[in-house]
C-alpha cells in the first residue's frame, strides 16, 4: 500500500507544494494549522515534520526559527524540499531530510523532539489500523515529555459530503460504501489509498495514549466543501475578514471538526 502512496505523490510533487496556498479555501488549512501550532509550540526547538511532503511547514517553521528534521514517504517530495530550503535560504536550520514512513520511526530515540507535527494526512495514507496506531504510538514516543504532538487528518463526512457535490454517480457503488462504513478507500478511483476519519476515532486513538489532547479543530471549518464560495468571499476584505473571524470562533465546534475536510488534534506528551 505505501508503495502506491508513494507512487501517487511522486507524480505530484508541484500540485502538493502548492496545495496550501493555491487559494484563499486550501489557505484556511495552512493559517488555521499555523494558528494552532503559534498556540501550542514551544518558543524554540526541534521539531519533527513526519510526513512533511515538499516541505512547506517545515520551511515557514525554520524561518520562525525552528530547528527541524523533515521526514516524508516519498523521495521525489524531499528532493523537491531540499531545492525549495536552499531557495529560503535555511539549511542552517534544517538538521535532516530523510526518507521513512511514519509507521517506523527507530532511527529516532525516545524523547527525541520539542515538539513533532505530522499534517495535511499522512496518517490517513497508512491504511492498516494496527500500523495507523503504530505510527501515532512513534509520533508520540520521540517527543519530549511536555512536547506537543499536531496531527491532522482526512475527514470522512466531508469526503462524503464532496461525493455529492463531485461524484454523484459513485454514491451507492461498492467502494463509497466502503468508505463510509469503515473509512477506508483503496485508491484506485482518482486519489490513494487512505483511511478517512471521523471525529471520534481520532480522538480515541489519541486519549489510549499517555496525552493529554488540547485541541481539536476542523481546519476548512464551516466552509469544508464550499470552495468556490469561500474563494469568491475572499475577494471582498471586509467580508473575509468577518468570515475569518466566524471560522476562528467556531472550528473548535464538534460538529465543525466533524464536517472538515481536515481534522487537526494536538496533545502533550504525559
Ligand atoms: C497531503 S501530503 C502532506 C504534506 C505536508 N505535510 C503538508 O501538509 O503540506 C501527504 C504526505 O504524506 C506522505 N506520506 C504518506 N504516507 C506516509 C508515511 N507512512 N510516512 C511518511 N510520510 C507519508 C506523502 O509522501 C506526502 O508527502
Not at 53 to 75: E, F, S
Not at 236 to 241: E, I, L, M, P, V
Request: charged residues 25%; hydrophobic residues 40%; contains cysteine.
Amino acid at each position: 500500500m505505501a508503495r502506491s502512496v508513494k507512487k501517487f505523490y511522486t507524480g505530484k510533487v508541484k500540485t502538493e507544494w502548492n496545495r496550501l496556498i493555491q487559494d484563499a479555501y486550501h489557505k484556511l488549512e495552512l493559517d488555521t494549522t499555523l494558528y494552532f501550532l503559534k498556540k501550542y509550540l514551544p518558543k524554540k526547538g526541534l521539531i519533527l515534520d513526519a510526513g512533511g511532503g515538499p516541505g512547506r511547514y517545515t520551511i515557514d517553521l525554520a524561518k520562525q526559527g525552528y530547528d527541524i528534521i523533515l521526514l516524508d514517504l516519498t523521495p521525489a517530495n524531499l528532493e523537491f524540499a531540499k531545492k525549495q530550503i536552499k531557495k529560503a535560504k535555511v539549511q542552517n536550520k534544517i538538521k535532516g531530510v530523510i526518507e521513512g514512513s511514519i509507521t517506523d520511526l527507530s532511527k529516532f530515540p525516545n524523547n527525541t523532539f520539542d515538539a513533532v507535527i505530522c499534517l495535511g494526512g499522512p496518517l490517513s495514507h497508512v491504511l492498516d489500523k494496527k500500523k495507523r496506531d503504530k505510527a501515532i504510538f512513534e509520533l508520540i514516543r520521540v517527543a519530549k515529555k511536555g512536547a506537543p504532538v499536531a496531527v491532522s487528518v482526512i475527514g470522512r463526512l466531508a469526503v462524503l459530503a464532496r461525493a455529492v457535490k463531485i461524484f454523484p454517480e459513485e454514491i451507492g457503488l461498492p467502494h463509497f460504501k466502503k468508505y463510509r462504513d469503515t473509512g477506508d478507500y483503496p485508491g484506485q478511483f482518482g486519489f490513494t489509498a487512505s483511511h478517512f476519519f471521523l471525529p471520534e476515532e481520532l480522538k480515541n486513538l489519541f486519549a489510549k495514549k499517555k496525552v493529554k489532547i488540547l485541541a481539536m479543530a476542523g481546519l476548512e471549518g464551516i466552509g469544508s466543501n464550499l470552495q468556490e464560495k469561500v474563494n469568491q468571499l475572499a475577494k471582498n476584505k471586509k467580508r473575509w475578514s468577518a468570515w475569518l473571524e466566524t471560522h476562528y470562533k467556531f472550528c473548535t465546534h464538534p460538529a465543525i471538526i466533524g464536517i472538515s475536510k481536515h481534522q487537526l488534534i494536538i496533545c502533550k506528551k504525559l
